[in-house]
């Protein structure tokens, strides 16, 4: 079954705790990205990579890192420094093709700070 | 810097009503724009790109370089076209992807 998985569906952190999030595809994309959604502000990008080794920050890094040591895998790290990580965050694949993009969605994790 | 901005937060209409949804862009280079669609309990998902100039589930929409906005229009509203819609710009060269999306509109159609 091809597709991008998020996991867990939800998270629970304590303050001042690091927290991974899993993201995982196997259709072969070679980009990769993180979006963090809350209400009335829409998908905000947080980091992507276009290849394996390598990934740029978006518009909201700050708090969070990323690795890409595999074209399947693209793990979110939440850090202690994020000061309001709770969010629903999406992660998301494509290929590079211009303007026939087309980017697939995971089902996403909502992390909540407690 | 590039942005999209997408003014409405809700449109709500009667079914059988025209619909349009509003996106307007900022990029100093050519865009490649899209809109995307997430219905309740689905994963957000493509609806169309600005180059295939078609129309999906009745929605078309046209770039308008010189008012800078990609506007996703219906001429009649159907009740299962309730859902959240996402206007994305992709930018940088062919070979790059940096996709950034607007804050989303909610579009309600009622019976």
């Known amino acids: 079954d091809g597709g991008i998985t998020q996991s867990p569906k939800y998270l629970f952190r304590k303050e001042g705790q690091n927290v991974t999030l899993s993201c995982e595809q196997n259709l072969n994309h070679d980009a990769m990205y993180w979006y963090r959604q809350d209400p009335g502000q829409g998908l905000r990008l947080i980091y992507y990579?276009?290849?394996?080794?390598?990934?740029q920050k978006g518009d909201i890094a700050e708090g969070y890192s990323v690795s890409r040591e595999k074209k399947e895998s693209f793990p979110l790290t939440v850090t202690s420094a994020q000061k309001n990580p709770t969010a629903f965050y999406l992660c998301?694949?494509?290929?590079?093709?211009?303007?026939?993009?087309?980017?697939?969605f995971g089902q996403g994790t909502r992390l909540t700070v407690v | 810097a590039q942005r999209v901005t997408q003014p409405e937060k809700l449109l709500s209409v009667f079914k059988g009503a025209p619909v349009e949804l509003k996106c307007n862009y900022s990029?100093?280079?050519?865009?490649?724009l899209f809109w995307y669609v997430q219905y309740s309990r689905q994963r957000l998902q493509l609806l169309l790109r600005h180059i295939s100039r078609e129309s999906i589930k009745g929605f078309t929409a046209d770039l308008n370089k010189g008012e800078t906005s990609f506007h996703l229009k219906k001429p009649f509203a159907q009740e299962e076209d309730s859902a959240m819609y996402y206007c994305?710009?992709?930018?940088?060269?062919?070979?790059?992807?940096?996709?950034?999306f607007g804050q989303g509109t909610t579009l309600q159609v009622k019976p």
């Open positions: 994305a710009l992709l930018y940088g060269s062919s070979n790059t992807g940096k996709l950034i």
């Open positions: 990029y100093s280079g050519s865009p490649e």
């Open positions: 998301a694949s494509s290929t590079l093709q211009g303007a026939n993009t087309e980017a697939f």
């Open positions: 990579s276009q290849i394996v080794n390598d990934f």
